[in-house]
């Protein structure tokens, strides 16, 4: 709580009304995260330590780095040796190489696709925040100059539990996920990655997905595109984002009861349901 709110967020609208979580990382150094992205901005402030941060701009390579668990937005690649037969589309993504050293803070923008490395011992801070909090702050307001003593303890932290209903970020988790043409063989799949054999034979989760995937099919032609996805009112949001809830809770629950080992985080914002979240799931040390 006596740690300072990182200088470039010292917004009072922001840090008592915007900001989602914040974690502190620490180990003895040697450590590294699976290909991932965020669901919220991001800021990382090492206080001990060196970093390597590898980052792709999703606008360019959306369909070229395979976030092949959806259910927790990351990569099953190895970072370490990447298989570009599974993964093809690694041989032409272009990347950011950013070194980090203690004393610096660097921000990791929502959605972008990203890799940490640690080094030596360690110790970082990440504070997350609403995305969308951009279209309402007030800047004029901001700190014009870094107040040290302005300090964690004097913001409110939301969590994540709190923007899963958000119509932006349900549009956002469907956009970077869905293809053209995808049909609802592949929509299912992409929701429900390697539990896809569990689901199919089961007609209540066919029905439901079915159903959503009727509520994101804007044109009716029986396939989904980003077209589909960019017509769709928050209102259609909404109620998409309560269907795919109700849905994951309830194969939550079924698979916990059955003691079947599945991630608990399949909703808008990779974490927000379950009982582990994507901040731990990714492991940024």
């Known amino acids: 709580g006596d740690i300072t709110i990182p200088c470039p967020l010292q917004c009072k609208q922001l840090a008592e009304h915007n900001f989602v979580d914040n974690i502190m990382w620490f180990s003895s150094g040697g450590t590294k995260s699976v290909v991932h992205t965020d669901?919220?901005?991001?800021?990382?402030?090492?206080?001990?330590?060196?970093?390597?941060?590898?980052?792709?701009d999703p606008s360019v390579h959306r369909h070229d780095v395979l976030i092949d668990h959806p259910e927790g937005a990351y990569s099953g690649m190895d970072v370490d040796a990447v298989d570009y037969t599974k993964y093809p589309g690694m041989a032409k993504v272009e990347f950011y190489h950013v070194n980090v050293s203690a004393g610096d803070c660097l921000y990791i923008p929502y959605l972008w696709v990203h890799q940490v490395r640690s080094y030596d011992s360690n110790l970082a801070v990440n504070v997350w925040w609403h995305r969308y909090a951009k279209d309402d702050l007030d800047y004029s307001a901001c700190n014009r100059q870094c107040n040290t003593e302005?300090?964690?303890?004097?913001?409110?932290?939301?969590?994540?539990?709190?923007?899963?209903?958000?119509?932006?970020e349900v549009r956002d988790y469907f956009m970077t996920?869905?293809?053209?043409?995808?049909?609802?063989?592949?929509?299912?799949?992409?929701?429900?990655?390697d539990d896809y054999d569990k689901i199919v034979n089961d007609t209540t989760y066919v029905r439901d997905f079915t159903e959503m995937f009727e509520m994101l099919d804007a044109d009716k032609d029986g396939l989904l595109s980003l077209t589909d996805i960019k017509a769709l009112d928050n209102e259609a949001w909404r109620a998409i984002g309560d269907l795919l809830e109700l849905v994951m809770q309830d194969m939550e629950e079924e698979f916990e009861a059955s003691h079947i080992d599945i991630d608990p985080d399949l909703d808008p914002d990779h974490g927000a349901a379950g009982d582990s979240d994507e901040m731990d799931l990714h492991d940024e040390l």
Not at 42 to 50: F, K, M, S, T, V
Not at 150 to 168: S, W
């Open 150 to 168: 302005y300090t964690m303890a004097q913001a409110k932290f939301m969590g994540l539990e709190t923007i899963q209903h958000d119509p932006n």
């Open 39 to 56: 669901s919220v901005d991001n800021i990382n402030c090492l206080y001990r330590g060196e970093k390597t941060l590898y980052f792709v």
């Open 177 to 193: 996920y869905i293809s053209n043409d995808t049909d609802l063989e592949g929509f299912i799949q992409i929701l429900v990655a």
